[in-house]
């Protein structure tokens, strides 16, 4: 596609519940990032993969998340047992492997998943 | 403790002035520096990148400065329009090869006719 898509747009779910949040970077993306981000702050880094693997996962607030990114491409972020605080836009992100100087780092944002847990 | 800080309030000025946004930053040695455009609803969006070794980055009417002695870094928009209106995010990275990207909390900029 065009874009970094991200699925479901919104999801509300209630305490306690099983959540699953899924990227689709920009086809040839090497590296894929999840942030979570709530109302009036920045984002927040939760992990990052470089391919198939977790390049840094030290953003990940407990171990009721997890994400894979199984074939390199496509993110799935997990949360179990969701609670109240877990509520937030949960954005993902994604790198090319070029991109020339000025735009090294830069990310692709996709438009979130709005993630409310009542 | 590490942090990044923005300007914390929101920013209203005229049409046709420059807006000036800071973000400062502390326990940090950023390799490079990046701001960010942030629509409601939105996804953030790159605007310019500027490393530990530049002092100044320009692009169209946007200018980014860093001070690696003051820990600071400044990000103007000339000749301001409504269309600016928006949250500017700033991020830092702390790998010269890349990695997390850390962001402030963001600076809200309301640009009025």
């Known amino acids: 596609g065009a874009g970094v898509s991200q699925t479901p747009s919104n999801k509300v779910t209630e305490k306690g519940k099983y959540v699953e949040l899924r990227c689709d970077p920009i086809s040839g993306h090497t590296a894929l990032y999840w942030y979570r981000q709530s109302l009036g702050q920045g984002p927040e880094f939760l992990i990052y993969f470089q391919g198939t693997g977790a390049a840094d996962d030290s953003g990940l607030p407990n171990d009721r998340f997890f994400a894979v990114r199984p074939e390199g491409s496509v993110s799935t972020l997990k949360i179990q047992r969701t609670e109240r605080g877990d509520s937030a836009v949960y954005l993902c992100a994604s790198i090319p492997s070029g991109g020339g100087r000025d735009r090294t780092g830069e990310l692709f944002f996709g438009e979130g998943s709005r993630l409310t847990v009542l | 403790s590490q942090k990044i800080e923005q300007n914390s309030e929101a920013l209203n000025i005229q049409e046709g002035k420059t807006a000036t946004l800071t973000c400062n930053y502390t326990?940090?040695?950023?390799?490079?520096l990046q701001w960010y455009r942030q629509d409601p609803g939105r996804g953030p969006v790159f605007l310019l990148l500027?490393?530990?070794?530049?002092k100044e980055k320009r692009k169209e009417r946007l200018k980014v400065t860093f001070d690696t002695t003051l820990k600071q870094s400044l990000f103007h928009i000339t000749a301001s329009q409504p269309a600016d209106s928006a949250t500017y995010l700033c991020a830092l990275v702390t790998s010269p090869i890349g990695g997390k990207l850390i962001f402030g909390q963001g600076t809200e900029l309301s640009v009025k006719p």
């Open positions: 326990n940090y040695s950023p390799a490079y």
């Open positions: 500027i490393r530990e070794n530049e």
